[in-house]
């Protein structure tokens, strides 16, 4: 028979997925993954700086202290990235943190909001660099994207109780 066998009763006329991955889709893969990389390294910094600006806004001293917790996360997550990224290519990433702005949201519960959908992008963005990654920084983004998930909880609750 010309196929691949699974056991004692089936053969597959195909090729299993990602079992013989082409060089070329590897290298185009691995061109994704940095470019998401560096992608999220300058959206992390955003996102500390938006944070540091929704700590100096938040009403309550426990909202600071779930800010301050969100915006120490995105400094680890920033690190990590980095890291990564300097593992894979043997350079820095190419990202300028000089001059970096962001815009005031119109109110506090807005940019809540701008935070909360903030972390579910960062987080479909995370899934494509876990998809792509070599498996043993895999572990290193599962944590990232579990904290994403962990910060979106906290703005949902955020959110909810300034409404």
Do not use: C
């Not at 301050?68 to 920033?78: A, V």
């Not at 820095?92 to 807005?110: H, I, M, N, W």
């Not at 070599?134 to 300034?162: C, G």
């Amino acid at each position: 028979m010309n196929g691949y066998w699974y056991g004692p009763y089936a053969y597959a006329s195909y090729q299993p997925f990602m079992q013989h991955d082409d060089h070329g889709q590897e290298q185009e893969r691995m061109q994704t993954v940095l470019r998401l990389i560096q992608e999220a390294i300058a959206g992390e910094r955003h996102d500390e700086l938006f944070y540091d600006y929704l700590l100096s806004v938040a009403p309550t001293e426990q909202e600071k202290q779930v800010i301050t917790g969100i915006r120490n996360d995105e400094r680890k997550h920033n690190s990590y990235f980095r890291q990564i990224y300097t593992q894979l290519t043997g350079q820095r990433p190419r990202v300028s943190e000089e001059g970096e702005t962001f815009q005031k949201p119109a109110s506090y519960l807005d940019g809540i909001e701008q935070a909360l959908m903030g972390e579910l992008k960062a987080f479909e963005k995370y899934r494509v660099i876990y998809k792509y990654i070599p498996v043993q920084y895999r572990d290193t983004i599962f944590e990232i994207m579990t904290d994403e998930m962990k910060h979106a909880s906290y703005y949902n609750w955020l959110y909810a109780k300034n409404k």
